[in-house]
């Protein structure tokens, strides 16, 4: 059975008896160069523009509770990932946010804009760089302290009026930030700034306007630079042009190593829709890295521990993880990473906060609501792994994550298949050999077939210390692997799934939802 489904079971449980802060008011307004702005240290893990009527949240959590464990049911005997879908249609879309509030078109048109990009990436190709520009556009409507918090009651498992100030503080925003108005069919346009003086400047519009969750994201070219003559570059995606006026200079990705960066803007919504873009040349090494439990302390498999650190504690580095990353960093010339996490996209401020203020820049994915695409609505790891595959055929790619992550277990070495020679190694954290609290079994028996100086299972950060991952040295041969290739930890499935048996009706559906939602837990 998924690790990951006796994980949500688990914190299922605890959240009857947790309650779930949020982060602060995130402000966004800064000069040159884009940074991403100054964020909540705690996490805002929740869902957008789908579901039932937010006034109907509460009476309805029985019956989603009901539903939620004949899907886990149908998860413990090898059935489909039904559980995500299910959950997903308990959460208010921006119509039913509007009615409940009541509030008007005219109200909300009178609110300014938002928007969010995650720090893109772009390739080189026989014509040209192109970038992969991607976000999300939306409106926080006006909503009153108190309606907030009368609102926020609802989230919050327990009573509001027993949380502390700085509790009530955090559910009030959670509330805000749950109760916002995507914006669908929206035209996006970009103002690129390559320096501080704004000396080159390049204005571009996309080609396609927003879905109807408010999403953007399509590779689009740059107007200059447009004569490259890379036979070898690789593209991949939507490039249906887009309009585009000046032009910004840059060295051709095959003429380079070096990443090259640019600022973004998205007109209209400037203080809160920037971002940073990293033109990655044709050939180096790139390293694609997850977040929780490789990068911070999250312990989802620890479930008290799971929610303080996701909703309440500031974000930690997990042992000296960031020194292991500035090596890297400093000794790599050619080495480009991407951060790469399916928590969903209205948390991209407070990682991409956390992440950049630890570790070494790059580009940055998350998990997006496009909801009419298929794979990336159920394997969204998959699916932005064989973008960037697919983007960057010439490059060898490293893969860091832990092991309690059951997409992670199967899509890690389902690479090396599908991609043959682009795999360079994977490192994966067996968070069981160092946290007794990790109960959870999981699955080696995709790496059977790999050889096995390709990938290596590490316990602390300092086993990656002095590989020469240039030439391909994946493995630190001081740290016994004894792998033995299927499903792992067996012994603790009585003990975990004994905690499936506690989901509670009195949670709201919301709660239950959101959290399901937000960690993608199946």
Same mark, same amino acid.
């Given at each position: 059975m998924a690790r990951q489904t006796y994980a949500v079971w688990m914190l299922i449980a605890a959240l009857t008896v947790s309650a779930s802060p949020a982060p602060s008011p995130?402000?966004?307004?800064?000069?040159?160069?884009?940074?991403?702005?100054?964020?909540?240290? *705690?996490?805002?893990?929740?869902?957008? $523009?789908?579901? #039932?009527?937010?006034?109907?949240?509460?009476?309805?959590? /029985?019956?989603?509770?009901? #539903?939620?464990?004949?899907?886990? $049911?149908? /998860?413990?005997?090898?059935?489909?990932?039904?559980?995500?879908?299910?959950? @997903?249609?308990?959460?208010?879309?921006g119509s039913q946010i509007m009615s409940t509030l009541g509030i008007s078109e005219s109200d909300l048109a009178a609110t300014p804009t938002s928007a969010l990009q995650r720090r893109p990436y772009g390739n080189?190709?026989? *014509?040209?760089?192109?970038?992969?520009?991607?976000?999300?556009? &939306?409106?926080?409507?006006?909503?009153? %302290?108190?309606? @907030?918090?009368? &609102?926020?009651?609802?989230?919050?498992? $327990?009573?509001?009026?027993?949380?502390?100030?700085?509790?009530?503080?955090? /559910?009030?925003?959670?509330?805000?930030?749950i109760f916002i108005v995507q914006q669908g069919n929206v035209s996006v346009t970009l103002d690129l700034v390559a320096d501080m003086n704004g000396s080159s400047k390049e204005s571009i519009t996309l080609p396609y306007n927003t879905t109807a969750e408010g999403d953007f994201d399509v590779f689009v070219p740059l107007s200059g630079n447009n004569q490259g003559d890379n036979a070898n570059g690789g593209s991949t995606g939507t490039n249906a042009g887009g309009n585009s006026t000046g032009s910004l200079q840059f060295a051709n990705g095959n003429e380079t190593n070096n990443v090259q960066t640019f600022g973004s803007w998205v007109r209209g919504a400037a203080d809160t829709g920037n971002a940073t873009v990293y033109l990655v040349p044709d050939k180096g090494l790139t390293t694609i890295s997850d977040i929780d439990d490789i990068l911070r302390i999250t312990k989802i498999y620890e479930p008290e521990e799971g929610l303080l650190n996701s909703f309440a504690r500031p974000f930690t580095a997990w042992e000296n993880m960031p020194d292991i990353y500035a090596n890297w960093s400093k000794s790599i010339p050619t080495m480009h990473f991407h951060y790469l996490t399916t928590t969903p996209e209205q948390a991209t401020r407070p990682y991409e906060d956390f992440v950049f203020k630890t570790y070494p820049d790059g580009s940055?994915?998350?998990?997006?609501?496009?909801?009419?695409?298929?794979? %990336?609505?159920? #394997?969204?790891?998959?699916?932005?792994?064989?973008?960037?595959?697919?983007?960057?055929?010439?490059?060898?790619?490293?893969?860091?994550?832990?092991?309690?992550? #059951?997409?992670?277990?199967?899509?890690?070495?389902q690479m090396v298949t599908d991609y043959p020679g682009q795999v360079n190694c994977i490192w994966l954290r067996n968070t069981s050999e160092t946290d007794s609290g990790d109960l959870f079994p999981y699955d080696t028996s995709g790496f059977k077939n790999l050889n096995n100086n390709s990938y290596m299972f590490f316990i602390n950060a300092n086993d990656l210390m002095n590989l020469d991952i240039e030439n391909g040295q994946c493995r630190n041969t001081t740290i016994p692997q004894n792998v033995t290739f299927g499903e792992q930890d067996e012994a603790a499935k009585d003990k975990v799934t004994g905690a499936a048996s506690q989901v509670a009706t009195s949670m709201s559906a919301l709660g239950l939802a959101l959290f399901v939602a937000a960690w993608n837990i199946v």
């Open positions: 995130r402000q966004e307004k800064g000069p040159w160069p884009p940074q991403v702005t100054p964020a909540p240290t *705690k996490t805002q893990l929740i869902q957008r $523009g789908i579901g #039932s009527d937010v006034s109907s949240l509460t009476s309805d959590a /029985a019956s989603l509770a009901n #539903s939620f464990t004949e899907a886990l $049911g149908s /998860a413990a005997t090898g059935g489909t990932n039904g559980i995500e879908p299910a959950a @997903l249609t308990s959460l208010p879309t080189f190709t026989d *014509k040209g760089w192109q970038v992969r520009f991607n976000g999300f556009i &939306y409106k926080t409507p006006n909503i009153s %302290e108190s309606d @907030l918090a009368k &609102y926020a009651d609802g989230f919050v498992v $327990g009573n509001y009026d027993q949380l502390p100030p700085d509790q009530q503080a955090n /559910a009030r925003n959670l509330t805000s930030e940055f994915d998350d998990r997006p609501l496009n909801f009419t695409n298929g794979d %990336e609505t159920l #394997s969204p790891r998959k699916y932005l792994l064989d973008k960037i595959f697919q983007t960057f055929p010439n490059r060898k790619f490293n893969l860091i994550a832990d092991t309690s992550n #059951s997409d992670v277990m199967k899509d890690y070495p």
